[in-house]
């Protein structure tokens, strides 16, 4: 089983600022796709940011414009830099790696989750 070790959550006023960090193992990082997926109470874990290998990336349109991916391939960890901040984004965020659809090394992981909560 992978490991993966997330920090940056915490309680924010709307507006304000987190920065979410995921740390993959060395061994898969560089070659894995990696995303960010929140989590309400009483409602699916969907997807809101998503960076492939190559650096390219996705985001849900409930986003656009205030969360940024990136991933440093020297540090292994990939970040969720969330500006502007709403009571709606408030959810646990799990971090995913995950490599599909290849003959060999395929996998899917998530992370224990870091709570983020927004007041109003």
């Known amino acids: 089983q992978v490991q993966l070790v997330e920090s940056g959550g915490g309680l924010v006023q709307a507006g304000g600022s987190l920065r979410l960090s995921c740390a993959a193992p060395?061994?898969?990082?560089?070659?894995?796709?990696m995303g960010w997926y929140p989590q309400a109470p009483g409602k699916q874990r969907e997807l809101v940011a998503t960076?492939?290998?190559?650096?390219?990336?996705n985001y849900a349109d409930s986003v656009k414009g205030r969360f940024t991916i990136s991933r440093d391939n020297a540090e292994n960890t990939v970040y969720l830099q969330m500006n502007s901040l709403k009571p709606e984004d408030t959810a646990v965020y799990y971090c995913?790696?995950?490599?599909?659809?290849?003959?060999?090394?395929?996998?899917?992981?998530w992370g224990q989750g870091t709570q983020v909560t927004v007041s109003s």
């Open positions: 060395g061994s898969i990082f560089s070659i894995s796709a």
């Open positions: 960076i492939t290998p190559g650096a390219n990336t």
């Open positions: 995913n790696v995950r490599r599909m659809g290849w003959p060999t090394m395929n996998y899917n992981y």
